[in-house]
């Protein structure tokens, strides 16, 4: 029965290599025309300037918490310091994912765009691809890093001991801090995203219809493309 707890890091390795296979069909689809490449790429290039931004913030709040963590776990003999590298293993890994879904929506944005133009069918398929690359993957990546990290702290803290021992509690609760490092960051990504979304929303809206005079959603609107990448 233990050896099959190694089969949970390899189900996320398997659902890891499926979202790759994905992705490269969704980026060999149609682009459609040059113009449409053009205002797609603003959109990425938006996209990716947007999660640097964000990163760079949510750095200092893993590093500040991962130290607060590893102290307050060192006094507490039912913790262990490692909780802090399991935080964030955790926040790496949600920031990945927020990483593969971000690079999965602005090629499939464009491509679903061009697919429309000759069949909803087939803008159905690429849109529903685009979208399970990035569900796939984010449920490929927990299921590996909790698989992955609870076989590594097993060895460490209860490598003979059974379910209900204290060195198994400890295992879970060093654990724990891979959860809190994911949500953390996903909390924090979905909030930022929603805020920087409707912050270039108003200021499209005010700027291009009310001072230039620009139709609402035009690409010659700078913030238009920021409203893109929030949305």
Do not use: C
Not at 22 to 30: A, E, I, L, Y
């Amino acid at each position: 029965m233990d050896k099959l707890i190694y089969l949970v890091p390899v189900m996320g390795i398997i659902g890891l290599l499926y979202t790759i296979v994905k992705f490269k069909w969704v980026s060999n689809q149609d682009a459609g025309n040059d113009r449409m490449k053009e205002i797609s790429n603003y959109i990425a290039e938006g996209a990716m300037a947007f999660l640097k931004a964000e990163w760079k913030i949510l750095g200092y709040f893993v590093v500040i918490v991962a130290i607060l963590l590893a102290v307050m776990a060192g006094a507490n003999p039912n913790s262990h310091w490692s909780i802090a590298i399991a935080f964030v293993i955790g926040a790496v890994l949600s920031a990945f994912a927020g990483f593969i879904g971000m690079k999965a929506a602005t090629k499939a944005n464009v491509r679903t765009a061009q697919a429309a133009r000759t069949s909803l069918s087939k803008a159905l398929n690429v849109s529903f691809t685009g979208g399970a690359v990035m569900g796939v993957g984010v449920a490929g990546l927990a299921v590996l890093g909790l698989g992955g990290l609870y076989i590594v702290l097993k060895q460490i803290f209860a490598p003979t001991a059974d379910v209900n021992s204290e060195e198994m509690l400890q295992t879970i609760e060093v654990l724990t801090g891979f959860s809190l490092g994911a949500e953390s960051i996903a909390l924090f990504a979905r909030v930022g995203g929603g805020i920087y979304t409707k912050a270039a929303d108003v200021g499209a809206d005010f700027v291009g219809k009310v001072e230039a005079g620009i139709p609402e959603d035009d690409p010659r609107n700078p913030a238009t493309i920021a409203d893109n990448v929030g949305d």
